[in-house]
């Protein structure tokens, strides 16, 4: 089983469309979550932090369920620049730095 | 402005070669990282270091040794290349709060004829 597993899509969806991914991780001592973006043939960039408590950046919304170990997030009012593979990761323990990368889900904005 | 840069974007080299891919950070990160990441199997950790001379064996180390003589500098080498190290090839280093956030280098397309 892998730590981190996403479904890798695609998902197609039209402008303004809500969309949501889930996660699951295995390791239940992971501390800190994140979800990061990745464009076409560019390197991978930090969206955001996931918070126990839930936490919204504009028109994203990430959440973290502990018990369930799965992590969300949701993308409302989807515009044609969204389109990218959005990774799951999880950081363990450690004080390394070292994350744990999903596969990636793949979104396509369609006008 | 944070900056990860490694020196090719884009390598083409023949099987048994030596390949040298060097990866260089300004932000004075402790932790540093390589990655490839090819489709269907996401970013897979093959090495990485957490001081100066310092380093440990990621998820797939084989066939690959790195170097770390200085701390804004962190080398993939791949010792005999192969046709299977065709990939892309990603370096990070760890800032932020708890070192938890990874900025990534442009990375470099590794194709081994």
């Known amino acids: 089983r892998k730590e981190v597993e996403q479904d890798p899509g695609p998902f197609n969806v039209p402008e303004g469309a809500t969309v949501a991914f889930n996660c699951t991780y295995s390791?239940?001592?992971?501390?800190?979550f994140f979800w990061y973006r990745q464009d076409c043939r560019k390197e991978p960039k930090l969206l955001m932090s996931?918070?126990?408590s839930g936490n919204e950046d504009g028109r994203f919304t990430a959440q973290l369920n502990r018990a369930s170990q799965y992590i969300s997030l949701l993308i409302r009012d989807s515009k044609l620049s969204d389109s990218a593979t959005y990774l799951c990761?999880?950081?363990?323990?450690?004080?390394?730095?070292?994350?744990?990368f999903g596969q990636g889900t793949t979104l396509q904005v369609k006008p | 402005d944070v900056k990860v840069t490694q020196s090719s974007r884009y390598l083409v080299k023949r099987t048994g070669e030596k390949v040298f891919l060097e990866c260089v950070q300004d932000?004075?990160?402790?932790?540093m990282f390589w990655y490839r990441q090819d489709p269907g199997l996401g970013l897979r950790l093959i090495y990485f270091?957490?001081?100066?001379?310092?380093?440990e064996k990621g998820d797939i180390p084989e066939g690959y040794s790195v170097s770390r003589e200085k701390k804004e500098r962190f080398s993939l080498i791949l010792e005999s290349a192969s046709t299977n190290q065709t990939s892309m090839y990603l370096c990070?280093?760890?800032?932020?709060?708890?070192?938890?956030?990874?900025?990534f280098g442009a990375g470099t397309r590794l194709s081994v004829l």
């Open positions: 990761v999880v950081k363990g323990s450690s004080n390394t730095g070292k994350l744990i």
């Open positions: 990070a280093s760890t800032g932020g709060a708890w070192g938890s956030i990874q900025y």
């Open positions: 390791n239940s001592a992971s501390q800190s």
């Open positions: 932000m004075d990160h402790e932790n």
């Open positions: 270091s957490y001081d100066v001379k310092m380093k």
């Open positions: 996931v918070y126990s």
